[in-house]
């Protein structure tokens, strides 16, 4: 009897115990969308709030571990790339099934390529593989539960480039909304919210064979405002916000410091560049300012980067060294540093070219006085502080600078279509890891090369050094190689400074303590990345 | 009430001042960052704190209201003379040239005129300097802000044109422009008076607005919407009381105007 009761009351303080903190079944997690998902077709999925119901509905073959951001075996227990990067072949997972009950098969697979690269579907997903127009992609569903899927051309970084394709049911009624992700889609008021209720058959066990997610359901309203957002935190209503600006997170640390996560620098950055197309209706002398490599340097020499990352961004955002991030573990060169804030050097650069004080006014050789003004999109004060910051630094070298907020269709209209600006500063919102997700960037034949697109034949020595080198990296599988001559590219890049880069954004987020195993990285999705290892505390699980 | 309209007046009188001595009474310049202290307190340095760049609070909302207060009313004046000129003559001359106007006229106001002035401003060239694109927007204001005013004067100018004593004034010979001058628009004071102080604090909002929207005056030239637009968010001002002066300055300069207005000079 005695004994009895002694378990009784072990039982007790595990079960109902304060302070449990074991991962925990069961309970609803609570968050907010920024928006309505504008598609629940995974192969559909561009805005934020699509990819975040695929994310976690979805079952991918392959997953990038966005702490390590190594790429990891899912749906696949193991892939070969051959074929100098145009085949890839998986082995799949046997006795998977779908949420709905049907059977996962390599015939799945090769449904969702067939649909994936349809033309008349136009998938976001898709353009990624689309390395050539030239011919069909192949899928192979070959024995022992292999698939085979052969591009007309190379891809590199093919693999990772599955991490984003959720496989869609060949013979599923429910179509898309069959799902091998952790959860599926149970419930959807249009505007209101959504709830995505546990999948039982999907395949992940933790290490004590128990079934994942331990969380039974996800609840997702959609909120715009963000100070709602806010208080519902708070309130403990939600159990975390997965992106925060700098203003937002500091109003959590001041609130409660344990629900604050900095996770460090981003894959974001924010720049500025000028414009450099050669038939843009810019005077002469503006467009020989623009073009001098000791122009560009000089003036991001005399930008503050330490005091726009501590004033503007409270502190939560690093001073950019070039185009990837140092968040990016595999490819930043780590040779290369921010360039210092040093007005003396700037001044002694621009004199290189001709340029002089006069009465604190900066000249070029044939007398102009530099002036020029920057655009920025209206609305986002983080840039509008950043420009008024620039404005007053570059007043230290005699340089006039006129800050210029417009709204977004029209600043798109001047940097793509009518080239009627001087300079711009936007940022770059990235979530790729791979430089090809750069090509559309770097290359000088493309459209977004900002600061001179779509070029016939590269302008400029250097455009064409980098064309040449982002086509080596991407023609070759050795990453060793890759890396070499993507480590070139960023050391033109900051040597030219086509792209002025100014700061990287920290990833920030608030983590309510009732989440456990939540550990906010820089990658998106920075809280839930880890959603079916996630768990709430034995009260919130029991209360919801 | 009498004792308020006096109290109004010198309220006014005493902000008019203060901003058009800025220059004398702002402790440092409206542009100026102190970066080692962005988001401070009020001290003695800076009697109002310091936004989020560092910039004196107080000097920003001394030349801020400068900026609003004087080319506010310059715009709610090219806007009345407007709107007396065309209501003025269309209620004047009655028939199809009133049909007409105030058809124009509410075409006019069924325009979206939020959109076209921010179209209107993205057109404008880039290299505008911060003074010449305050006056740019306040210019617009007053160009497309008439309308309104106008079918108010058309409607009174019609009254008066069909009274006696400009009955009178016809059989004794007057006509055409000495008609308009020296019999209507004399009687048409008070109306255009009261169109003029209700325009001002309309264009104070209005550049308000467009500040918020990020397309009113350019920095680093502070304005009553650049100053207004730090308390977006409702938590942002929780604990930072001092951050609600130009608010509250906003509504007693705009309560002072309606103070001003005396009870004939108030529209119906």
Same mark, same amino acid.
């Given at each position: 009897?005695?004994?009895?009761?002694?378990?009784?009351?072990?039982?007790?303080?595990?079960?109902?115990?304060?302070?449990?903190?074991?991962?925990?079944?069961?309970?609803?997690?609570?968050?907010?969308?920024?928006?309505?998902?504008?598609?629940?077709?995974?192969?559909?999925?561009?805005?934020?709030a699509s990819e975040t119901i695929r994310y976690l509905t979805g079952g991918v073959l392959v997953r990038v571990n966005r702490l390590t951001q190594e790429l990891e075996p899912a749906l696949a227990t193991s892939w070969t790339v051959t074929n100098g990067g145009k085949t890839i072949t998986f082995e799949l997972r046997e006795g998977l099934r779908f949420s709905d009950g049907t059977p996962f098969s390599a015939g799945d697979v090769a449904f969702t390529m067939q649909q994936l690269m349809d033309p008349a579907l136009h998938s976001p997903t898709g353009d990624a593989f689309r390395s050539s127009e030239a011919a069909k992609v192949e899928t192979q569903v070959l024995p022992k539960n292999q698939v085979r899927i052969t591009f007309p051309a190379p891809i590199a970084?093919?693999?990772?480039?599955?991490?984003?394709?959720?496989?869609?049911?060949?013979?599923?009624?429910?179509?898309?909304?069959?799902?091998?992700?952790?959860?599926?889609?149970?419930?959807?008021?249009?505007?209101?919210?959504?709830?995505?209720?546990?999948?039982?058959?999907?395949?992940?066990?933790?290490?004590?064979?128990?079934?994942?997610?331990?969380?039974?359901?996800?609840?997702?309203?959609?909120?715009?405002?963000?100070?709602?957002?806010? #208080?519902?935190?708070?309130?403990?209503?939600?159990? *975390?916000?997965?992106? !925060?600006? &700098?203003?937002? /997170? @500091?109003?959590?640390? $001041?609130?409660?410091?344990?629900?604050?996560?900095?996770?460090?620098?981003?894959?974001?950055?924010?720049?500025?560049?000028?414009?450099?197309?050669?038939?843009?209706?810019?005077?002469?002398?503006?467009?020989?300012?623009?073009?001098?490599?000791?122009?560009?340097?000089?003036?991001?020499?005399?930008?503050?980067?330490?005091?726009?990352?501590?004033?503007?961004?409270?502190?939560?955002?690093?001073?950019?060294?070039? #185009?990837?991030?140092?968040?990016?573990?595999?490819? *930043?060169?780590?040779? !290369?540093? &921010?360039?210092? /804030? @040093?007005?003396?050097? $700037?001044?002694?650069?621009?004199?290189?070219?001709?340029?002089?004080?006069?009465?604190?006014?900066?000249?070029?050789?044939?007398?102009?006085?530099?002036?020029?003004?920057?655009?920025?999109?209206?609305?986002?004060?983080?840039?509008?502080?950043?420009?008024?910051?620039?404005?007053?630094?570059?007043?230290?070298?005699?340089?006039?600078?006129?800050?210029?907020?417009?709204?977004?269709?029209?600043?798109?209209?001047?940097?793509?279509?009518?080239?009627?600006?001087?300079?711009?500063?936007?940022? !770059?919102?990235?979530?790729?890891? @791979?430089?090809?997700?750069?090509?559309?960037?770097?290359?000088?034949?493309?459209?977004?090369?900002?600061?001179?697109?779509?070029?016939?034949?590269?302008?400029?020595?250097?455009?064409?050094?980098?064309?040449?080198?982002?086509?080596?990296?991407?023609?070759?599988?050795?990453?060793?190689?890759?890396?070499?001559d993507f480590d070139k590219v960023q050391e033109i890049a900051w040597q030219q400074e086509p792209f002025i880069y100014l700061v990287n954004k920290n990833a920030l987020s608030a983590v309510s303590p009732a989440l456990h195993n939540a550990h906010p990285v820089v990658l998106r999705p920075q809280v839930y990345w880890n959603i079916d290892r996630l768990s709430l505390t034995g009260e919130v699980a029991r209360n919801r | 009430m009498k004792w308020a309209r006096t109290t109004a007046i010198v309220f006014l009188l005493a902000v008019c001042a203060a901003c058009l001595l800025a220059n004398v009474i702002a402790p440092a310049s409206y542009a100026r960052q102190f970066r080692e202290q962005p988001n401070a307190s009020p001290s003695r340095q800076h009697p109002l704190?310091?936004?989020?760049?560092?910039?004196?609070?107080?000097?920003?909302?001394?030349?801020?209201?400068?900026?609003?207060?004087?080319?506010?009313?310059?715009?709610?004046?090219?806007?009345?003379?407007?709107?007396?000129?065309?209501?003025?003559?269309?209620?004047?001359?009655?028939?199809?040239?009133?049909?007409?106007?105030?058809?124009?006229?509410?075409?006019?106001?069924?325009?979206?005129?939020?959109?076209?002035?921010?179209?209107?401003?993205?057109?404008?060239?880039?290299?505008?300097?911060?003074?010449?694109?305050?006056?740019?927007?306040?210019?617009?204001?007053?160009?497309?802000?008439?309308?309104?005013?106008?079918?108010?004067?058309?409607?009174?100018?019609?009254?008066?044109?069909?009274?006696?004593?400009?009955?009178?004034?016809?059989?004794?010979?007057?006509?055409?422009?000495?008609?308009?001058?020296?019999?209507?628009?004399?009687?048409?004071?008070?109306?255009?008076?009261?169109?003029?102080?209700?325009?001002?604090?309309?264009?104070?909002?209005?550049?308000?607005?467009?500040?918020?929207?990020?397309?009113?005056?350019?920095?680093?030239?502070?304005?009553?919407?650049?100053?207004?637009?730090?308390?977006?968010?409702?938590?942002?001002?929780?604990?930072?009381?001092?951050?609600?002066?130009?608010?509250?300055?906003?509504?007693?300069?705009?309560?002072?105007?309606?103070?001003?207005?005396?009870?004939?000079?108030?529209?119906?």
């Amino acid at each position: 009897m005695k004994k009895l009761l002694t378990s009784f009351v072990l039982f007790t303080l595990i079960a109902f115990g304060p302070g449990r903190v074991m991962a925990q079944s069961g309970g609803e997690l609570h968050f907010c969308l920024r928006s309505e998902p504008k598609t629940l077709n995974p192969l559909l999925a561009a805005d934020d709030a699509s990819e975040t119901i695929r994310y976690l509905t979805g079952g991918v073959l392959v997953r990038v571990n966005r702490l390590t951001q190594e790429l990891e075996p899912a749906l696949a227990t193991s892939w070969t790339v051959t074929n100098g990067g145009k085949t890839i072949t998986f082995e799949l997972r046997e006795g998977l099934r779908f949420s709905d009950g049907t059977p996962f098969s390599a015939g799945d697979v090769a449904f969702t390529m067939q649909q994936l690269m349809d033309p008349a579907l136009h998938s976001p997903t898709g353009d990624a593989f689309r390395s050539s127009e030239a011919a069909k992609v192949e899928t192979q569903v070959l024995p022992k539960n292999q698939v085979r899927i052969t591009f007309p051309a190379p891809i590199a970084g093919l693999d990772r480039l599955f991490d984003q394709v959720a496989i869609m049911s060949s013979k599923s009624a429910q179509k898309e909304m069959a799902v091998l992700g952790p959860y599926y889609v149970g419930e959807n008021k249009a505007g209101s919210y959504l709830i995505l209720k546990r999948n039982s058959n999907y395949w992940e066990k933790d290490p004590a064979g128990r079934p994942l997610p331990y969380i039974e359901s996800v609840r997702l309203d959609i909120q715009q405002n963000r100070d709602l957002e806010m #208080l519902r935190l708070t309130r403990g209503e939600i159990h *975390f916000i997965n992106s !925060l600006d &700098a203003e937002y /997170f @500091d109003k959590v640390v $001041a609130q409660d410091p344990s629900m604050a996560h900095d996770a460090g620098a981003s894959l974001d950055s924010e720049q500025m560049w000028f414009n450099q197309v050669a038939n843009s209706p810019l005077p002469p002398y503006k467009k020989a300012w623009f073009t001098s490599t000791n122009f560009r340097r000089a003036l991001s020499e005399a930008i503050n980067r330490e005091d726009l990352a501590r004033i503007v961004f409270h502190g939560h955002a690093r001073p950019a060294v070039g #185009l990837v991030s140092p968040a990016n573990k595999f490819w *930043f060169n780590a040779k !290369l540093e &921010a360039h210092p /804030f @040093d007005q003396k050097s $700037a001044l002694e650069r621009l004199a290189q070219d001709g340029f002089h004080l006069q009465d604190g006014v900066l000249r070029d050789r044939g007398g102009h006085a530099v002036e020029f003004s920057v655009i920025t999109n209206s609305g986002n004060k983080y840039r509008e502080r950043m420009a008024t910051m620039i404005q007053q630094d570059l007043s230290g070298i005699g340089i006039k600078l006129n800050v210029v907020t417009l709204d977004f269709p029209s600043l798109i209209e001047r940097i793509s279509r009518t080239f009627d600006y001087e300079a711009c500063l936007l940022g !770059l919102v990235n979530d790729e890891l @791979d430089p090809n997700a750069q090509m559309t960037v770097w290359l000088s034949s493309a459209d977004s090369h900002q600061w001179n697109p779509s070029q016939k034949t590269p302008a400029t020595a250097w455009e064409a050094d980098i064309d040449k080198l982002m086509r080596a990296q991407a023609s070759t599988l050795d990453p060793k190689k890759r890396k070499e001559d993507f480590d070139k590219v960023q050391e033109i890049a900051w040597q030219q400074e086509p792209f002025i880069y100014l700061v990287n954004k920290n990833a920030l987020s608030a983590v309510s303590p009732a989440l456990h195993n939540a550990h906010p990285v820089v990658l998106r999705p920075q809280v839930y990345w880890n959603i079916d290892r996630l768990s709430l505390t034995g009260e919130v699980a029991r209360n919801r | 009430m009498k004792w308020a309209r006096t109290t109004a007046i010198v309220f006014l009188l005493a902000v008019c001042a203060a901003c058009l001595l800025a220059n004398v009474i702002a402790p440092a310049s409206y542009a100026r960052q102190f970066r080692e202290q962005p988001n401070a307190s009020p001290s003695r340095q800076h009697p109002l704190g310091t936004d989020d760049l560092g910039r004196d609070r107080f000097s920003r909302l001394l030349y801020g209201t400068r900026v609003s207060l004087l080319l506010a009313p310059a715009a709610a004046l090219l806007t009345s003379l407007l709107a007396a000129l065309v209501g003025g003559i269309a209620g004047f001359a009655g028939g199809w040239v009133e049909r007409s106007v105030m058809a124009g006229t509410d075409l006019f106001l069924s325009l979206p005129w939020l959109f076209l002035l921010i179209t209107v401003r993205a057109l404008l060239p880039l290299n505008v300097s911060p003074i010449l694109s305050v006056l740019i927007t306040f210019a617009m204001l007053g160009c497309l802000g008439w309308a309104g005013a106008a079918r108010i004067i058309c409607a009174d100018a019609r009254v008066l044109a069909q009274s006696d004593f400009i009955l009178l004034a016809r059989a004794s010979g007057s006509n055409g422009f000495r008609l308009l001058w020296r019999h209507l628009v004399p009687n048409l004071k008070p109306v255009l008076y009261a169109q003029f102080w209700i325009s001002v604090p309309v264009f104070i909002l209005t550049e308000d607005n467009l500040g918020i929207l990020g397309l009113g005056v350019a920095e680093p030239l502070p304005s009553w919407g650049s100053l207004l637009r730090e308390l977006e968010g409702f938590s942002t001002v929780s604990g930072q009381a001092w951050q609600l002066a130009p608010l509250i300055l906003f509504i007693l300069v705009v309560s002072s105007f309606h103070l001003v207005l005396t009870k004939e000079e108030l529209p119906v």
